[in-house]
């Protein structure tokens, strides 16, 4: 049953930089990289269930100070996108903050079988514009105390190293003040690395909009536990990423989905992003502190006839592993920002061709694990964090588990294929939906939300 509440907002404001931004920093051209991103803002909420409303004020305020201190650095996104010129304007214009009562307790809201399309409401509606913000932050409230912070901002110039490097910061300087914000100062120069292009490639993304079809999301849990057994099924398990671990095994339920379906094995491939952040030539010098998306896509075949019509982990978690090795080797070769732009574009336009092909399954993986995405904002960890669909999309997520220990998965898919895929016995052996692989439960019960 899924939870009903109203919501109604209380206010709306622009929270902008504590400081101007300096006049020769105004203008900021994206990069030919950032051309090859949807438009679209990538919402994340981050639950909090607190007990204290009388504090839940003094704590929007912190918020809002801290978020305008930690624009200073991040003053692109205090700005504002022109389309025509393919910059942004940091003109210091702000980021959009809302706060709104909900009348509800949290902990319906907790549920990691929650379809994450009931918490549009929890986010300030984006959809670009030359006037929208870039960031857009609504502050939710609930009868128990509890509250939970909706968090968009524009893929235009953010990828998920960026997101959490945000989110980081703001939390440091909302818990111990600005000065305590020991990051290096975020750059914000891969236009001049990798400059925009008049004209682009016509490419048709990977993940798009599919106003046909129907998706259903849920969230599974795979404990270090599981995760640990998993690396003893694997051969050669030493070589292996808890990542690709995880993917390797929801891979191979996709495909038992698909077989499903169809009456038979079909050939499957999977696009996976990776960071490419440190993995450049010393000829181009993008740091681990460059901002922008900076990320291209690893593409993963299956062929059933290569696998003697057989779908085998071990063999999958080394397709996965090799494709990566390859991926992470090729990072190293471009020696100019266009010979980095031409490799990109070609990744992101073989991915797009392959996974158009009839007779061939694909599914889109992102991971965000070894980031920040647990702020502390001075009241603990978020006991919960999820996203919403920017759009109806079939997507996995992957992300670090409260405890750092095992992985969080957030799976988006045709809303026909869930039953199949949360019924695979894989799935059911190594996964939870439930709270009790951590200590989430007793936090929650703690709470009284």
Known sequence: ???????????????????????????????????????????????????????????????????????????PLAGRYIEDKLMIDCNDHGVEYVEAEVVCHLAPFLRRDLDCKNLHQFFPHQSESPSSPLVAVQWNMFECGGVAIGLCISHRIVDGFVYSKFIDAWSTSCRLGFDKVVHHQP???????????????????????????????????FSNLAISNLRMLAKGAGQFSRVQLVTA???????????????QLRP???????????RTSTSLPISKDSCGNIMRP???????????????????VSLVCGAITNCVKDCAKPQNGEDLFLMVDS??????????????VSYFFTSTCGMPFYPDFGWGKPVRVTRKESFAEEIIVLMDTRDGDGIETWISLEENDMPIFQQDPDIMAFTSQ????????????????
């Not at 996976?272 to 952040?277: E, W």
Request: include cysteine; proline fraction near 7%; aromatic fraction near 8%.
């Open 434 to 449: 439930k709270d009790h692989h951590n200590d989430d439960q007793s936090i929650f019960l703690r709470s009284k939300c």
């Open 187 to 221: 750059s914000f120069d891969l236009g001049q690395i990798s400059p925009t292009r008049e004209v682009m490639p016509k490419v048709t993304p990977i993940s798009q909009p599919h106003p046909e079809i129907k998706v259903a999301s849920a969230t599974f849990v």
């Open 298 to 316: 690893v593409l993963v075949r299956f062929t059933p006839e290569k696998m003697g019509n057989k779908v085998e982990f071990d063999e999958l």
């Open 268 to 278: 499957s491939i999977i696009t996976h992003l990776i960071n490419m952040r440190g």
């Open 1 to 75: 049953m899924q939870p009903q509440f109203s919501l109604h907002i209380l206010s709306k404001k622009f929270i902008k930089p504590a400081s101007p931004t300096p006049y020769n920093l105004r203008k900021s051209k994206i990069s030919s990289l950032d051309q090859c991103q949807l438009p679209i803002y990538v919402p994340y909420l981050f639950c909090y269930p607190l007990n204290d409303k009388t504090k839940t004020s003094e704590r929007s305020k912190l918020l809002q100070t801290s978020l305008s201190q930690i624009l200073t650095l991040f003053y």
């Open 347 to 360: 990744a992101w336009k073989k991915a797009a061709e392959e996974s158009k092909r009839n007779e061939v």
């Open 249 to 263: 095994l929801i891979w191979k339920a996709l495909i038992r989905v698909a077989e499903a379906k169809h009456g």
